[in-house]
């Protein structure tokens, strides 16, 4: 299968910082997506990686390593508003424009 | 410029009943996508449509269908509801492989 393994839960304290992992199979690998979605809401895009290395925006950034089926999501400065679920998603060769998604991550944030 | 537009926002139902939900696509995209979301999970995909056809189909019985119009709008008929039914439906919608822009979503439940 093309399983997505994240953590199902993390705390972190406000202004800390946070890193998020997520593993994946590299058979097939074309893309990884982050996504944040706060409670009853939609899935909201954070990043995007298809080479290795990191990608920073902002406070988020994100790394990716192909050959280790390894990409992690690094949130800086943390806030309460941060408090969400982070959904790591990829795109597999065959797939389409179809998204495999982890089943998220429930980061909370406290004073 | 309106994003991805889903609805109804909220419907409950009993189970055996039928239910069609709607979506209509961010502006300029062309394929939309349809996720179930069961509380705590992450997004599983349903299926995807492009030029108004089927193109990928993920692990979803035949009671799951839908339909592209000419307009990209989409709808998502789900038959003889189960309570197993019950989740959070996402429409993504997108230009061929690029970030997917997800609506509010509806939350169905089967009773």
């Known amino acids: 299968g093309q399983n997505i393994d994240q953590p199902t839960e993390m705390t972190a304290t406000e202004g800390a910082i946070v890193q998020i992992n997520c593993t994946y199979q590299t058979s097939g690998f074309n893309g990884l997506f982050w996504y944040q979605q706060h409670a009853g809401e939609a899935p909201t895009f954070l990043s995007y990686?298809?080479?290795?290395g990191l990608e920073e925006k902002g406070r988020f950034s994100s790394f990716l390593s192909r050959s280790k089926g390894y990409s992690y999501l690094l949130l800086k400065e943390l806030q309460m508003k941060d408090s969400a679920s982070y959904l790591c998603a990829v795109f597999f060769t065959g797939g389409g424009n179809k998204l495999t998604f982890g089943t998220g991550t429930q980061l909370k944030v406290e004073l | 410029d309106a994003g991805v537009t889903q609805s109804p926002t909220h419907l409950i139902k009993t189970r055996g009943q039928q239910v069609t939900l709607r979506c209509s696509p961010k502006?300029?995209?062309?394929?939309v996508s349809w996720y179930q979301q069961a509380l705590g999970q992450g997004p599983q995909f349903i299926f995807q449509y492009y030029e108004e056809e089927e193109r990928q189909r993920g692990n979803f019985p035949d009671r799951f269908s839908g339909h592209q119009f000419p307009n990209y709008s989409s709808e998502l008929n789900v038959n003889a509801l189960l309570l197993g039914d019950s989740a959070l439906y996402l429409c993504?919608?997108?230009?061929?492989?690029?970030?997917?822009?997800f609506g509010p979503g509806t939350r169905l439940t089967v009773l």
């Open positions: 502006s300029g995209h062309d394929t």
């Open positions: 990686n298809v080479l290795d």
């Open positions: 993504a919608s997108s230009l061929t492989r690029n970030e997917q822009f």
